[in-house]
Protein backbone atom coordinates (compact mmCIF):
# COMPACT_ATOMS: atom_id res chain seq x y z
CA UNK A 1 0.00 0.00 0.00
CA UNK A 2 1.73 3.05 -1.05
CA UNK A 3 2.41 5.07 1.94
CA UNK A 4 0.74 8.26 0.80
CA UNK A 5 -2.90 6.21 0.60
CA UNK A 6 -2.41 5.29 4.27
CA UNK A 7 -2.11 8.37 5.54
CA UNK A 8 -4.80 9.84 3.79
CA UNK A 9 -7.46 6.83 4.55
CA UNK A 10 -6.26 7.14 8.47
CA UNK A 11 -6.84 11.04 8.66
CA UNK A 12 -10.12 11.11 6.94
CA UNK A 13 -11.88 8.38 8.55
CA UNK A 14 -9.74 10.04 12.05
CA UNK A 15 -11.68 13.32 10.72
CA UNK A 16 -14.98 11.95 9.70
CA UNK A 17 -15.39 10.16 12.98
CA UNK A 18 -14.65 13.43 14.74
CA UNK A 19 -16.92 15.68 12.84
CA UNK A 20 -19.74 12.64 13.39
CA UNK A 21 -19.21 12.65 17.10
CA UNK A 22 -19.42 16.28 17.47
CA UNK A 23 -22.72 16.44 15.53
CA UNK A 24 -23.58 13.90 18.31
CA UNK A 25 -23.07 16.23 20.80
CA UNK A 26 -24.61 19.34 19.19
CA UNK A 27 -27.55 16.99 19.30
CA UNK A 28 -27.70 16.19 22.54
CA UNK A 29 -26.19 19.12 24.68
CA UNK A 30 -25.99 22.47 21.94
CA UNK A 31 -23.96 24.08 24.70
CA UNK A 32 -20.71 22.17 24.75
CA UNK A 33 -20.06 22.58 21.01
CA UNK A 34 -17.26 24.95 21.63
CA UNK A 35 -15.79 23.85 23.93
CA UNK A 36 -15.95 20.05 22.22
CA UNK A 37 -14.78 22.05 18.76
CA UNK A 38 -11.78 23.17 20.41
CA UNK A 39 -10.67 20.12 21.97
CA UNK A 40 -11.47 17.82 18.85
CA UNK A 41 -9.60 20.60 16.57
CA UNK A 42 -6.58 20.37 18.71
CA UNK A 43 -6.52 16.61 19.41
CA UNK A 44 -6.85 16.32 15.13
CA UNK A 45 -3.98 18.90 14.58
CA UNK A 46 -1.75 16.90 17.33
CA UNK A 47 -2.19 13.31 14.77
CA UNK A 48 -1.41 14.83 12.21
CA UNK A 49 1.84 16.40 13.46
CA UNK A 50 3.13 13.68 15.49
CA UNK A 51 1.99 11.19 12.56
CA UNK A 52 4.13 13.11 10.57
CA UNK A 53 6.81 13.76 13.16
CA UNK A 54 7.38 10.04 13.41
CA UNK A 55 7.82 10.06 9.78
CA UNK A 56 10.26 12.86 9.80
CA UNK A 57 11.75 10.94 12.69
CA UNK A 58 12.38 7.67 10.85
CA UNK A 59 13.46 9.10 7.69
CA UNK A 60 10.96 7.57 5.54
CA UNK A 61 11.78 8.39 1.78
CA UNK A 62 9.89 12.02 0.28
CA UNK A 63 7.58 12.76 3.32
CA UNK A 64 6.50 16.01 2.04
CA UNK A 65 4.77 14.43 -1.26
CA UNK A 66 3.41 11.88 1.14
CA UNK A 67 1.45 14.03 3.32
CA UNK A 68 0.46 16.26 0.72
CA UNK A 69 -1.19 13.64 -1.35
CA UNK A 70 -2.68 12.26 1.80
CA UNK A 71 -4.17 15.50 3.04
CA UNK A 72 -5.66 15.79 -0.14
CA UNK A 73 -7.31 12.02 -0.41
CA UNK A 74 -8.09 13.03 3.63
CA UNK A 75 -9.83 16.05 2.38
CA UNK A 76 -12.31 13.50 -0.20
CA UNK A 77 -12.65 10.36 2.41
CA UNK A 78 -13.75 12.77 5.66
CA UNK A 79 -16.62 14.70 3.97
CA UNK A 80 -17.85 10.91 2.66
CA UNK A 81 -17.88 9.29 5.43
CA UNK A 82 -18.59 11.85 7.90
CA UNK A 83 -22.10 12.41 5.93
CA UNK A 84 -23.05 8.51 6.42
CA UNK A 85 -21.63 8.44 10.19
CA UNK A 86 -23.94 11.03 10.52
CA UNK A 87 -27.08 9.69 8.48
CA UNK A 88 -26.47 6.40 10.32
CA UNK A 89 -25.76 7.49 13.89
CA UNK A 90 -26.84 11.03 14.13
CA UNK A 91 -29.92 12.45 12.03
CA UNK A 92 -30.59 10.22 9.26
CA UNK A 93 -28.49 13.05 7.04
CA UNK A 94 -29.82 12.25 3.14
CA UNK A 95 -27.56 12.80 0.16
CA UNK A 96 -29.00 16.27 -0.37
CA UNK A 97 -26.67 17.58 2.13
CA UNK A 98 -23.76 15.78 0.81
CA UNK A 99 -22.63 18.52 -1.60
CA UNK A 100 -22.45 21.58 0.45
CA UNK A 101 -20.80 19.25 3.05
CA UNK A 102 -18.43 18.07 0.65
CA UNK A 103 -17.30 21.44 -0.81
CA UNK A 104 -17.35 22.86 2.80
CA UNK A 105 -15.65 20.35 4.34
CA UNK A 106 -12.15 19.65 1.69
CA UNK A 107 -10.39 22.55 1.94
CA UNK A 108 -10.72 22.65 5.80
CA UNK A 109 -9.83 18.65 5.83
CA UNK A 110 -6.57 19.34 3.98
CA UNK A 111 -5.39 22.45 5.81
CA UNK A 112 -6.14 20.82 9.06
CA UNK A 113 -3.52 17.64 7.74
CA UNK A 114 -1.21 19.04 5.67
CA UNK A 115 -0.50 22.74 8.18
CA UNK A 116 -0.13 20.00 11.46
CA UNK A 117 1.92 17.68 8.93
CA UNK A 118 4.60 20.13 7.24
CA UNK A 119 5.37 21.55 10.47
CA UNK A 120 5.51 17.87 12.08
CA UNK A 121 8.21 16.66 9.39
CA UNK A 122 9.95 19.79 9.89
CA UNK A 123 10.46 19.07 13.63
CA UNK A 124 10.44 15.32 12.90
CA UNK A 125 13.61 15.69 10.62
CA UNK A 126 15.51 17.42 13.09
CA UNK A 127 15.53 15.01 16.07
CA UNK A 128 18.51 12.85 16.68
CA UNK A 129 18.73 10.03 14.62
CA UNK A 130 16.37 7.15 14.31
CA UNK A 131 16.96 3.70 15.65
CA UNK A 132 19.06 1.70 13.47
CA UNK A 133 20.10 4.71 11.45
CA UNK A 134 24.11 5.37 11.34
CA UNK A 135 25.63 8.36 11.65
CA UNK A 136 26.75 10.28 8.28
CA UNK A 137 30.21 9.39 7.33
CA UNK A 138 32.56 12.90 7.75
CA UNK A 139 35.38 13.30 5.32
CA UNK A 140 38.40 13.31 6.61
CA UNK A 141 40.41 16.42 7.01
CA UNK A 142 43.15 16.75 4.41
CA UNK A 143 46.88 17.57 5.88
CA UNK A 144 47.77 21.15 5.45
CA UNK A 145 50.39 22.15 2.27
CA UNK A 146 53.96 20.66 2.60
CA UNK A 147 56.54 22.93 3.70
CA UNK A 148 58.51 23.62 1.07
CA UNK A 149 62.39 23.37 1.99
CA UNK A 150 64.21 27.22 2.22
CA UNK A 151 67.21 28.12 1.46
CA UNK A 152 69.69 26.60 3.76
CA UNK A 153 71.57 28.91 5.80
Known sequence: MPPWLLRGTGMGVLHAVAATLLAKVAV????DTITTR???IALLVGAA?????LDGWLRHRDPGRTWFAGALLAGVVAPILS???RAVFVDQT?????FDEFLGTFAFTALLVLVPAGLGLFV???IGKAPGEREPER???SPGPKAKPGPAA
Not at 28 to 31: D, E, G, K, M, V
Not at 49 to 53: D, E, M, N, V
Request: charged share 10%; hydrophobic share 35%; aromatic share 8%.
Open 28 to 31: NSPT
Open 124 to 126: GGR
Open 49 to 53: ALWSA
Open 83 to 85: TIG
Open 94 to 98: GIGTF
Open 139 to 141: PKP
Open 38 to 40: VVT
